[in-house]
């Protein structure tokens, strides 16, 4: 408690650095949200608390040459509701960004934080997942990229390796055709967290789907890539075979706990529910008629 | 009553508290500090059922900048076989709520309590305190605690001459069932469950408490009652009231979860060893695990009417969680069940049931909602079992004027059947509905409280009034007492400024409880104020050198009777006072006084909801409340009660529940996961005003305030039934259980 | 660990302050401050009592470090009346009594007015949703709702 410190780096290297010094003692601040619900509770002690804001790669959304978005780990998602094209591009992950807790949160939560808090109900991930994001990670040893569903581990674990900070999310460039939605399940409107999450990506060629991907989140010890729902939808007209058997293929993949927030039976239903109800509105995105 | 026209009583004044409370002004309890203060933290039982086999505080001690600890030892001690009442409050139970003592009966239980100079140090202390339990089997459900074999809490409890955790009974009887059901042509009878609920308030209970080396101690904090801090605290710690000054903060909502104390004494105590004084404050998961709620229950109600829609019996029995400790509501259960209704034959049982639990606490209409809930469901399927409209049954049932409860009284003019009445024409009830959407009523009944109530009215030298009282404002009734005042005395109600008075400055008054507040002080401020028009007009009679006799108040001013009393231009009440000095002296009254003839409030609700098939979830669309409100001093705060009490009633139908796991601990005890209603999930909350005036008081007021959670329980479970066409017998009607029922799973 | 020295701008002041490095922005305003209208009903987020503008941005300040005020402007309560006169929003809400207890009215005021500096002609449904991360147990929010919805017409007319 006493020997706590704080430190605003403004450069990737002087933070990594840190972090990497710290050895598991320090915590990474950006938007706050749940590190300092957790500091409070007592379940996080943290020796360090880096705050990632000061550096501008992390708080930049840039849009790359090749027409996809890279988005700062720590940019929250009242910034990136505010970006004139990214929600245009990606509304599915946008909403799912903002479904991120209240306003108040909006305004300092990112997906960033949201992934590498680990848990398996964090509603940027499955979204981000459908969008085939590339996450950039930093460390003592440099710099990797790997797909954002290789980040979880594990109900607040991650991949990263000690000293590893996330950087951005890289989303790809839109075919034409494409569209994207979230969707969760939460008892109230707002301020809870996701019971199911379903994110799910398609594109779109003369009524047929040439690709597609989709994202489960809350039904497993960590967000799902569930390429059987795709494979599903990949191919068909979205005729409802095609779209019944993403649901079976979403409810098989469930492996999910009884808690609070919901029972397996309910869980497993609901997620072949918003399966069905994300693909349709990511179709309607993508210009099927 | 002959108010006919009001200028200030019925009018939507700014209330006097209001530019505090809008610019982060109004000080509430934790607000305040004082210099040399220290912070207290309580250290918690994390078993739900364990005997207390020693208490090691000396580590804790040890740690530099601790500066006293309390444990059950430092509170007077209750022996178990003696109550010792205070109002409904049995200090037996209280110490022992306050800080454990032969056990821990829950977790969350209080143990002891630390002093220090930062909270981090107190809260470290306590870490350091070794406790040995010797843990026990717990019980958490109400089926469990009632079984034969279940863990008993407490062994001096018997019922039937064994050890029980059925701690109470209490029976209402009217005429014979047996017989009225015999003359029945239809009987439904179902049973029914409801989770415990939090009050919900949104400010945690804080206190500062400063004791000086005379002892004399004051405390400032967050209750429903300053004059309640004093007692209970004077009991549990052995001060006599006249050494405690209790000082009311501003209060962040209460809904009776504030009629208790639960930091006061140990505060106090901490603050008389430590010499310093010290400030308390709980964390929002120690309000969920240790404070309030309102209890669960489980009940039957059995119901008989005739072919023609007459009912002649109701039978209801209901259990209801008490908690660790003895005290659950079964009084609002049992005697507001049935009370809306002219029924020859009534019965109603309400047990009182211990288990592993926080000790629940007063919630709006304690309950008053369980009892309607069961009621006013099986009303909807005798009505669909008779072909008859719900609210026509109601109608033709409807208690009125000489209607003799069940619960004793017989009803003096009340406006119940009005409300259905109003139900009935009002447009809501015949606006079409859609696709999975269903429409649902029900009424309820609370008893309205008067009792004990002071007031002191002040004219100033300048011309304006101070009017002070004794209960902590909740919702607004400063605001109505500025009407009343202003209306009595004729002048602008900006002129008068109300306040609340603490424990030294005036007299004894009731806990802010039982829809007590604005029937009880407006009662003691029209007397108050009577007088001071009296001595108004004397002074103008002696200014005038005429008979008092020959002097009137009207608008504000002392004029002469009549003609015989003499020409004199009128004196206003400002220039009266001016001359108050070399006419007698200051101005002002007070009257105290147990204040009789409240009378029942009622109200009929009506609750649109749309159900998600797929997913379970009920949306609320659209609600209406109709209430007999007396008169409504100032409809602005009337309507905000009627509109509170159903937001929280939504929640405690769809979304609100305590959830324990397998170890006895709450599993829930955050805002987070304890579901109330956010703003998005709520639909303008319509209100229709009945004013029927109470002929027992001055201005026809009766208690508004906790009528309106009554009826939502059943209303939106009957909503959810005709959207469905599927029954709900549980509270509440989450997504995953309205998808157990709809699958049949 | 020594305290930190903030230099920070509060409700258009420029400020200075020493924190410990994990202290909340709330407990330094309500403890160090002495700026008490900001109110703590959850300490998680999950109210919205405690909320203030972090450089315009709405944000629980109990979910923001005291030392991430650095070189930022903050506004609170206590700066929306300029002097005595009242936002439109705090002479609305004590007109239309869109408060009864008051613990929530100053998280809810400093959220409203956010909402409105962006979207000065909200629907019901807008108001709501950026209304929800701030808990009103007594009012059932229809009150709150109607004074926003009020005062951005009025503000609208004025404007």
């Known amino acids: 408690m006493t020997d706590i410190r704080y430190l605003a780096p ?26 300092l619900v957790q500091m409070r509770a007592g379940s996080a002690r943290p020796g360090m608390i880096i705050d990632i804001k000061q550096i501008s790669e992390m708080t930049s959304i840039e849009e790359t040459a090749d027409g996809g978005f890279r988005i700062g780990a720590a940019v929250s998602g009242a910034v990136m509701a505010e970006h004139p094209r990214f929600g245009q591009v990606w509304p599915g992950v946008l909403e799912a960004v903002n479904l991120i807790g209240s306003t108040q949160v909006q305004g300092r939560a990112s997906a960033g934080g949201n992934l590498c808090n680990g848990s398996p109900a964090g509603d940027s991930v499955p979204a981000m997942i459908a969008a085939g994001a590339v996450v950039t990670i930093q460390g003592p040893n440099g710099r990797r990229q790997i797909p954002v569903e290789a980040v979880p581990a594990g109900p607040g674990r991650t991949t990263l390796t000690p000293g590893e900070i996330l950087v951005s999310f890289t989303l790809p460039p839109r075919p034409k055709g494409s569209g994207d939605a979230y969707l969760r399940m939460i008892p109230r409107t707002e301020m809870d967290i996701a019971v199911v999450g379903v994110g799910v990506s398609l594109t779109l060629e003369n009524g047929t789907v040439t690709a597609a991907r989709v994202g489960l989140g809350a039904v497993a010890p960590t967000v799902l890539l569930v390429a059987g729902a795709a494979n599903a939808l990949i191919g068909s007209k979205l005729d409802d075979a095609a779209v019944e058997a993403a649901a079976a293929a979403c409810r098989a993949a469930c492996r999910p706990i009884d808690d609070k927030r919901g029972t397996i039976v309910y869980r497993i239903k609901v997620a072949g529910v918003l399966l069905k109800r994300a693909t349709a509105i990511a179709a309607d995105r993508a210009g099927k008629v | 009553m002959n108010v006919i026209n009001n200028k200030w009583i019925g009018s939507r004044t700014i209330r006097p508290d209001g530019a505090d409370k809008v610019t982060g002004r109004a000080s509430y309890s934790s607000d305040t500090n004082m210099p040399g203060m220290i912070w207290g933290k309580v250290l918690r039982s994390p078993h739900a059922h364990a005997r207390i086999v020693s208490v090691d505080t000396s580590k804790a001690e040890a740690l530099p900048g601790v500066k006293a600890v309390v444990t059950s030892k430092d509170l007077v001690e209750f022996p178990l076989d003696t109550a010792v009442m205070l109002g409904i409050q049995d200090m037996r139970w209280m110490s022992r709520n306050v800080m454990a003592r032969e056990k821990a009966l829950f977790h969350g239980h209080p143990i002891a309590a630390i002093a220090a100079t930062t909270e981090a140090i107190a809260a470290e202390a306590c870490r350091l305190i070794v406790v040995e339990y010797e843990i026990l089997p717990h019980v958490i459900e109400l089926e469990e605690a009632i079984k034969p074999d279940a863990p008993i809490l407490h062994d001096f409890i018997q019922f039937d001459g064994k050890p029980s955790n059925i701690a109470g009974k209490l029976e209402h009887k009217l005429g014979d069932v047996d017989a009225g059901f015999a003359g029945a042509d239809v009987i439904i009878e179902r049973s029914f469950k409801t989770r415990p609920v939090h009050q919900g308030y949104l400010e945690p209970h804080s206190c500062l408490v400063s004791v000086s080396s005379d002892g004399k101690a004051v405390i400032w904090s967050s209750s429903q009652g300053q004059f309640m801090v004093r007692a209970m605290t004077g009991l549990l710690t ?13 209060i962040g909502g209460g809904f009776g979860g504030k009629t208790i104390v639960y930091l006061e004494p140990v505060a106090l105590i901490l603050a008389k060893k430590s010499g310093r004084p010290v400030k308390m404050v709980m964390t929002r998961e120690e309000v969920f695990r240790a404070s309030g709620p309102t209890s669960g229950s489980m009940s039957t109600v059995k119901i008989g009417a005739t072919k023609d829609g007459k009912i002649v019996a109701g039978q209801g029995i209901y259990y209801l969680q008490a908690g660790a400790l003895p005290g659950s509501p079964i009084r609002g259960a049992a005697g507001c069940a049935f009370a809306p ?18 000790k629940v606490a007063a919630y709006r209409a304690p309950g008053a909602p369980i009892g309607a809930y069961a009621v006013e469901c099986v009303l909807d399927e005798i009505a669909e079992a008779l072909k008859m409209d719900p609210l026509e049954l109601r109608l033709k049932n409807a208690a009125k004027q000489g209607t003799k409860a069940a619960h004793g009284p017989v009803y003096p003019v009340i406006g119940f059947v009005d409300t259905i009445e109003a139900a009935l024409a009002h447009p809501h009830y015949k606006a079409p509905l859609g696709k999975h959407q269903g429409r649902g009523v029900a009424s309820g009944f609370w008893f309205n409280a008067g009792g004990e109530s002071s007031a002191q009215v002040n004219v100033t030298e300048d011309g304006n009034v101070v009017v002070t009282t004794g209960h902590p404002d909740v919702g607004g009734s400063r605001a109505a007492i500025a009407n009343v005042t202003a209306e009595l005395l004729g002048i602008d109600h900006k002129k008068v400024s109300v306040l609340i008075g603490d424990t030294a400055t005036i007299g004894y008054s009731n806990l802010t409880g039982g829809s007590r507040v604005l029937f009880a002080s407006a009662m003691v401020v029209t007397q108050s104020a009577d007088k001071v028009i009296t001595t108004l007009k004397e002074r103008a009679a002696k200014i005038w050198k005429i008979d008092p006799e020959a002097v009137t108040w009207e608008d504000g001013e002392a004029r002469p009777a009549g003609a015989n009393a003499g020409q004199f231009p009128p004196m206003t009440l400002a220039q009266i006072a001016a001359k108050a000095s070399e006419t007698g002296g200051p101005i002002g009254a007070g009257v105290q006084l147990n ?11 009506i609750c649109d909801v749309e159900v998600d098939l797929d997913l379970g979830i009920v949306r609320v669309l659209r609600y209406t409340s109709f209430q007999d409100v007396g008169r409504a001093v100032h409809p602005a705060y009337v309507e905000g009660q009627m509109q ?4 929280q009633g939504i929640g405690w139908a769809l979304s609100e529940e305590y959830l324990y796991d397998k170890n006895g601990k709450m599993d829930n005890a955050s805002f987070l996961d304890y579901r109330m209603p956010v703003c998005s999930d709520l639909p303008m909350l319509d209100t229709v005003m009945i004013e029927v005036p109470n002929p027992k008081h001055p201005q026809g007021v009766r208690g508004v305030g906790e009528v309106p959670l009554v009826p939502p329980l059943a209303a939106i479970s009957n909503a959810v039934y005709h959207a469905l066409g599927k029954r709900f017998y549980s509270l509440p009607m989450s997504p995953p259980r309205v998808l157990e029922v709809l699958d049949g799973v | 660990m020594a305290k930190l020295h903030v230099s920070t701008t509060i409700n258009g002041e420029p400020m200075e302050f020493l924190c410990e490095p994990h202290e909340s922005m ?31 941005r709405l944000v629980c300040s109990c979910l923001m470090l005291a030392a991430e005020a650095e070189g930022k402007s903050i506004a609170t309560i206590e700066g929306m009346a300029q002097g005595e006169r009242l936002h439109p929003l705090q002479q609305k809400f004590l007109e239309m009594a869109a408060l009864q207890c008051g ?28 209304l929800a991360g701030n808990l009103c147990r007594c009012t ?10 009020e005062t951005a017409a009025e503000m609208r007319e004025s404007a």
Do not use: M
């Open chain 3, 103 to 130: 613990i929530c009215t100053p998280g809810v005021l400093i959220a409203a007015k956010s909402l409105l500096e962006r979207n000065p002609d909200p629907t019901e449904s807008e108001v709501r949703y950026w």
């Open chain 3, 140 to 149: 059932g929010y229809d009150k709150i709702v109607r004074a926003v919805l």
């Open chain 2, 341 to 358: 209704y002219d029924i020859p034959n009534v019965q109603t049982v309400g047990f009182d049931v211990v288990s592993n639990r926080s």
């Open chain 2, 644 to 647: 509170g009490g159903a937001a």
């Open chain 1, 10 to 35: 403004r450069t990737l290297e002087e933070a990594v650095g840190a972090f990497a010094a710290a050895a598991g003692a320090a915590r990474i601040l950006a938007g706050g949200t749940d590190l």
């Open chain 3, 26 to 56: 709330l407990d330094l305003l309500r403890g160090v401050l002495g700026l008490t209208g900001s109110k703590e009903g959850c300490g998680s987020g999950d109210c919205g009592a405690c909320s203030i503008t972090l450089d315009d």
């Open chain 2, 595 to 605: 204040t009789q003839g409240a009378e029942g409030g009622f109200a009929t609700h």
């Open chain 2, 238 to 250: 052995g001060l006599p009231q006249s050494d405690i000054r209790a000082i009311p903060a501003e």
